[in-house]
């Protein structure tokens, strides 16, 4: 079974400054989908970036963009330009190229952006 | 589009009390999920269906029974309520190879 491990439980950063949020995961799998999700307080959970596992090309949605090293099985996300809007938890999680099987979530990591 | 619509959005219920937490999806997607958060924990997966007339466990089922009549909807029943199960619930749904769309929660607190 896959597994997704997100080793950072907080972070903070400075506003305007670029922060690296962490998350590796274990496959057997050589293709996959892996994402980023955004949950504010507001608790609503938002996408904030996909990336297909076959394709080479880092992933980029705006100000958000990812560091996904297939062969060390690493998926980290990139926050440029900090914002106080960002401030919230961070999911990563992976699903099998089948479709059929369910997204893995990491158990998150919780980023706070200080003024 | 209203999306992923979940009902209600907060609920208190006393132990051994039933209820059911209703989804309603307008996007014609497939699939659809019930995950449970809880502090620490992540999201983990109660239920899901890949279509409709088909469930199928996830990780943590026990206490939960689901159904899938309708393509649109996917409801989740607590037969009997425990402390155990005060959560923020989330559904969702997605097509093949996408990622999900979320419903807004329900906080439910067994008392």
């Known amino acids: 079974a896959q597994t997704v491990t997100q080793s950072q439980p907080e972070m903070s950063v400075q506003e305007a400054e670029t922060v690296t949020l962490s998350c590796t995961y274990d496959t057997s799998e050589s293709d996959y989908y892996l994402f980023w999700y955004k949950q504010p307080p507001s608790r609503q959970m938002i996408l904030v970036i996909r990336?297909?596992?076959?394709?080479?090309q880092n992933a980029t949605e705006n100000r958000f963009s990812v560091n996904f090293q297939k062969a060390a099985k690493s998926f980290s996300l990139k926050i440029s330009d900090s914002q106080l809007g960002d401030a919230a938890m961070y999911f990563c999680a992976y699903r099998s190229y089948s479709g059929n099987t369910p997204l893995v979530f990491g158990k998150g990591t919780r980023l706070s952006v200080i003024a | 589009n209203a999306g992923v619509t979940q009902t209600p959005k907060f609920r208190v219920l006393k132990t051994g009390q039933s209820m059911t937490l209703l989804c309603a999806q307008d996007?014609?997607?497939?699939?659809m999920y019930w995950y449970r958060q809880d502090p620490g924990m992540g999201l983990r997966l109660i239920h899901y269906s890949v279509g409709e007339g088909t469930t199928a466990k996830g990780e943590v089922p026990d206490g939960y029974n689901v159904s899938r009549l309708k393509k649109q909807n996917f409801l989740l029943g607590l037969e009997s309520a425990a402390p155990s199960q005060t959560s923020v619930y989330f559904c969702?749904?997605?097509?093949?190879?996408?990622?999900?769309?979320f419903g807004s929660g329900t906080r439910l607190t067994v008392v």
């Open positions: 969702a749904s997605s097509y093949v190879g996408y990622g999900y769309t």
């Open positions: 990336q297909e596992a076959y394709k080479q």
């Open positions: 996007m014609n997607h497939e699939y």
